[in-house]
């Protein structure tokens, strides 16, 4: 069963600009995780964020956890062309002792 | 480098025919996963190993079996049994499970194809 739900499904946006994509999940967890996936490639972890967090900020990321909302947001600064991939958010529940993951948002940032 | 090595990046099964793929990480992390990834689903949890010779069953354990006889290690092979193996197979490891919620490491992952 899939933890979360990303939207939007996919985002295209030029390059300069913002990317905000969304996660909502369904069961409380521990942390919320979001990672990033090149085309044909493995993932790579961006930022973890607490259940006791609002807000977290890494470099051009910043993301919001709401957890009377059970979402979550993942904001991309000043996108480039390199920022093209897929995101995925991911619930951490410490009963499970394993990560959860949504669908992903894929962002297409143009020249 | 510290990191996960998966092998084959791809691989062709037969009708009838286990396959075996390969996970090996240097990263000294505990916990290994494998999960399965097809279009439009994320990521689905197959098996995930918190020790050395010990694993558990992940949402989608059924036509897959592993073992985790060293902790470099974590093996997974998709057997006859499981009827639509077509998918990309993705290891991943971390410091350990429950504990300081940290975050996984990932392969490049095995595309694995039927012929």
């Known amino acids: 069963s899939q933890q979360g739900e990303e939207d939007p499904q996919a985002l295209s946006i030029q390059e300069g600009e913002n990317a905000t994509m969304n996660c909502s999940y369904k069961?409380?967890?521990?942390?919320l995780q979001w990672y990033r996936q090149n085309s044909g490639r493995g993932l790579v972890h961006l930022i973890l964020?607490?259940?006791?967090?609002r807000e977290k900020h890494s470099g051009r990321l910043r993301v919001t956890l709401d957890t009377s909302k059970k979402s979550s947001s993942l904001l991309i600064t000043a996108s480039r062309a390199a920022d093209t991939a897929s995101y995925f958010c991911?619930?951490?529940?410490?009963?499970?002792?394993?990560?959860?993951f949504g669908t992903g948002t894929q962002l297409k940032v143009e020249l | 480098d510290g990191g996960i090595t998966q092998s084959p990046k791809y691989l062709f099964r037969k009708e009838g025919q286990n396959v075996t793929l390969s996970c090996e990480q240097n990263l000294n992390h505990d916990a290994m996963y494998w999960y399965r990834q097809d279009p439009g689903q994320g990521l689905r949890l197959i098996y995930y190993?918190?020790?050395?010779?010990?694993?558990q069953k992940g949402d989608i354990a059924e036509g897959y079996s592993v073992s985790r006889e060293k902790k470099e290690s974590f093996p997974l092979t998709v057997t006859s049994a499981q009827k639509n193996p077509t998918a990309f197979y993705l290891c991943?490891?971390?410091?350990?499970?429950?504990?300081?919620?940290?975050?996984?490491?990932f392969g490049d992952g095995t595309r694995l194809s039927i012929l």
């Open positions: 991911a619930g951490f529940t410490g009963g499970g002792n394993k990560l959860t």
């Open positions: 964020i607490r259940s006791n967090e």
């Open positions: 991943a490891s971390s410091i350990a499970t429950g504990v300081g919620n940290q975050p996984q490491h």
């Open positions: 190993s918190q020790i050395v010779n010990d694993f």
């Open positions: 069961t409380s967890i521990n942390n």
